[in-house]
């Protein structure tokens, strides 16, 4: 098959971790993988280290943490000719341990804009491409997790998951103020409320584009990537004992790889082709290792809450 009638996929954060395995596991199913990562060094080296071949994948930098640099990899992809089948946006930062909030070059605290802002601007820049794509089946998968559900283990561990009014929102997130509830900064909790964001955005989306537009939006969490780069950034012992906790006491551990495999079942199996269903392969997953699709938190599942979200953050992003 020559590379102009492949299937084109990009994947943000595909240089470690779920990323990676995803771009492989697309790879291998006939997709060209657009791998947009921050450092395309890096990014390089780990398409060789899982053996993709060199002809199934090139190599776009962005910085989701920076507004700026997710507009210049818009405008770059669109200079490609390339034609956009599908999105997913998996790329996301963890910083439990760190005391004082890092901030964006616009200002925002980094997990948020990292995880959502970074993401919620290239969706909305890249729904063009989407939609302009002849292929009839056209999706936006935006990755979940369980931590941002308070009625799951994941969220229950404190600090829950908790956007609050959206104080912090309608702030503008303009320093000193940092949380999205606007309150004191918590980096656990930043990431916890980033990832409640990211599925009101992909329900939005959904309510607002589906019907027009006939893209697929979902998604997903593959199950508990124990042992995932996410976690670099925390203890040394967490990063040994929790995986094993997840294999050995709940069970629910998961490897890179497989979930890789899962990510691009959610984009490209026909059985996953349902807009606006969140996935789960979750501790209650079936016996046979299939999804099902989970009824997500109540502050996620809140449709005036995502219409707020998502008109705060147009603004935020300056799309507003």
């Not at 000193?176 to 606007?182: F, K, L, N, S, V």
Request: with cysteine; hydrophobic share 35%; proline share 6%.
């Amino acid at each position: 098959m020559v590379q102009a009638q492949k299937p084109t996929v990009i994947i943000t954060g595909a240089s470690s971790g779920v990323g990676l395995y995803s771009a492989k596991a697309l790879a291998n199913r006939g997709w060209y993988v657009v791998m947009a990562c921050r450092d395309l060094t890096k990014a390089g080296q780990a398409a060789q280290s899982v053996a993709m071949s060199p002809g199934s994948y090139t190599l776009m930098q962005i910085d989701l943490g920076s507004l700026e640099s997710v507009r210049r990899f818009a405008r770059e992809f669109r200079g490609s000719g390339r034609t956009l089948n599908a999105l997913v946006c998996n790329a996301a930062i963890y910083m439990p341990l760190i005391k004082e909030p890092l901030r964006s070059p616009e200002g925002y605290e980094l997990t948020m804009t990292t995880n959502h802002l970074g993401h919620f601007l290239l969706c909305n820049l890249l729904l063009g491409d989407l939609k302009e794509s002849p292929a009839e089946d056209k999706r936006l998968v935006i990755l979940g997790t369980v931590t941002h559900n308070p009625d799951e283990l994941g969220g229950k561990i404190p600090p829950r998951p908790d956007l609050g009014d959206l104080a912090g929102f309608a702030a503008g997130f303009k320093p000193p103020i940092t949380m999205a509830d606007g309150k004191k900064f918590e980096p656990v909790k930043a990431y916890k409320d980033s990832k409640v964001c990211n599925v009101l955005t992909m329900r939005e989306l959904h309510r607002r584009y589906h019907d027009t537009t006939g893209i697929t939006f979902s998604s997903l969490y593959p199950g508990c990537v124990a042992d995932t780069p996410l976690f670099r950034n925390h203890y040394p012992l967490f990063q040994k004992i929790f995986p094993l906790f997840q294999k050995y006491i709940t069970g629910g551990y998961v490897s890179q790889e497989l979930a890789g495999e899962r990510v691009a079942q959610v984009v490209g199996d026909s059985e996953y082709q349902q807009s606006g269903v969140y996935w789960s392969w979750g501790n209650r997953q079936k016996k046979n290792g299939q999804s099902f699709v989970q009824r997500v938190s109540p502050q996620a599942r809140d449709d005036e809450n995502a219409e707020r979200v998502w008109e705060l953050s147009q603004q935020l992003v300056g799309l507003g």
